[in-house]
């Protein structure tokens, strides 16, 4: 019998600039032993993800692929074993709209107290940046044993 690999879903607002850099990074970290997705509480209608976004994850040697916002769903929720929300907010949504899934959702950020991953949609490039390398350091150091 072939076992599912441990599953992780990364949520933030619009699947559109932090969850998809967090999925690409954890994948190229972890891809061999766990499986990733990210998903939005509420999906932006563009395709792909902020060319910013694109811009880091190439100059960080994370293959991307194509990607297309997605909206958290009661078939991911039933099927991913964690949902690491990348802010307060996200988490506090999730367990609002999700109570039945409380027991699958944490904060991405909770083992780095100085950590914050902030929205940076609206963000000028240096600011912008700013919330990406903060995403890549948490990529970098994160132990997700600690969340299952």
Do not use: W
């Not at 910013?52 to 916002?69: M, Q, V, Y």
């Amino acid at each position: 019998m072939v076992t599912k690999k441990k599953s992780f879903c990364i949520v933030c607002i619009a699947n559109y600039c932090r969850s998809p850099v967090v999925e690409n990074l954890l994948k190229k970290r972890f891809g061999q032993k766990y499986e990733f997705l990210s998903a939005g509480i509420a999906p932006i209608s563009l395709p792909s993800m902020d060319p910013r976004s694109l811009k880091f994850l190439d100059e960080n040697n994370a293959n991307h692929g194509f990607h297309t916002p997605k909206k958290v769903s009661t078939k991911m929720l039933d099927y991913f074993d964690k949902f690491l929300a990348v802010d307060f907010f996200v988490l506090n949504r999730l367990n609002i709209s999700h109570p039945k899934y409380k027991h699958k959702f944490a904060l991405l950020t909770m083992h780095f107290n100085d950590i914050n991953i902030v929205d940076p949609y609206q963000f000028q490039a240096d600011e912008y940046m700013k919330t990406m390398n903060d995403i890549k350091h948490v990529a970098k150091n994160i132990s997700l044993e600690k969340f299952l």
